[in-house]
């Protein structure tokens, strides 16, 4: 199966940070990477499909970027409603897979 | 609109069977790839199954030969038939759609699971 790791775990930011999640996988996924934001008690929600294409309706704040075996997501400005914990997942294959998870908080 | 509604969580005991059922409404599910994701508490997302809209269906490793996934095309329904409950499944349970490769756009709220003596 491939493992999916993401850094840090915890991430304090203020609001206005540039912020950088990474997301590595133990073998290649070419571009096959999702990106998900999960709020407390509540579904996650897609951000980021074919590890660069935002969803629609996503701010653009929002960018990834990656292939092969190491991701990121950015938030280019944080705001308030972006503390969260965001989640990777990998879809090259089955099982998928998703990252530990990186909880952004204040 | 969009949506999707999980119902059938509960309290099971251990070796138990529990099906869970994911209304969708504003699309059709027999033409999309559906899934069933859980998270155990205070922990992350874990991926249980997809059902192809060709009809093909996978499993985690965690599932296989217990759980099965299926779809009731008629009442654009997905469901998860769960066998031979143990703790380590007490979940939330959430259904979502996955559109062509593209990441899963659609979830419901979920519905929880607990396997507990």
């Known amino acids: 199966d491939i493992q999916m790791t993401q850094s840090p775990s915890t991430l304090s930011a203020s609001v206005g940070d540039r912020v950088t999640i990474t997301c590595r996988a133990s073998q290649s996924i070419t571009v096959w990477l999702a990106w998900y934001q999960q709020k407390l008690g509540k579904a996650p929600k897609l951000l980021i499909y074919?590890?660069?294409t935002l969803q629609s309706g996503v701010p653009s704040r929002f960018s990834g970027s990656g292939s092969g075996t190491e991701f990121t997501l950015t938030i280019s400005s944080l705001q308030p409603d972006d503390f969260a914990t965001y989640f990777c997942?990998?879809?090259?294959?089955?099982?998928?897979?998703f990252g530990q998870g990186t909880k952004v908080e204040i | 609109e969009v949506q999707l509604v999980e119902s059938g969580g509960g309290l099971v005991q251990p070796g138990g069977s529990l099906r869970l059922s994911c209304a969708a409404s504003?699309?059709?599910?027999?033409?999309?790839?559906m899934n069933w994701v859980r998270q155990a508490p205070g922990k992350g997302l874990e991926w249980v199954s997809i059902?192809?809209?060709?009809?093909?269906?996978y499993y985690a490793d965690s599932v296989k030969g217990r759980f099965t996934i299926s779809r009731d095309d008629s009442g654009n329904t997905l469901y998860l038939q769960m066998n031979s409950l143990r703790a380590e499944d007490t979940a939330v349970y959430y259904c979502?759609?996955?559109?062509?490769?593209?990441?899963?756009?659609?979830w419901g709220q979920g519905t929880t699971v607990t396997v507990s003596s």
């Open positions: 979502a759609r996955a559109v062509a490769y593209n990441g899963m756009d659609v």
């Open positions: 504003g699309f059709t599910v027999s033409t999309n790839y």
């Open positions: 059902i192809y809209s060709g009809g093909a269906t």
């Open positions: 074919k590890s660069s």
């Open positions: 997942q990998h879809y090259n294959g089955f099982p998928w897979t």
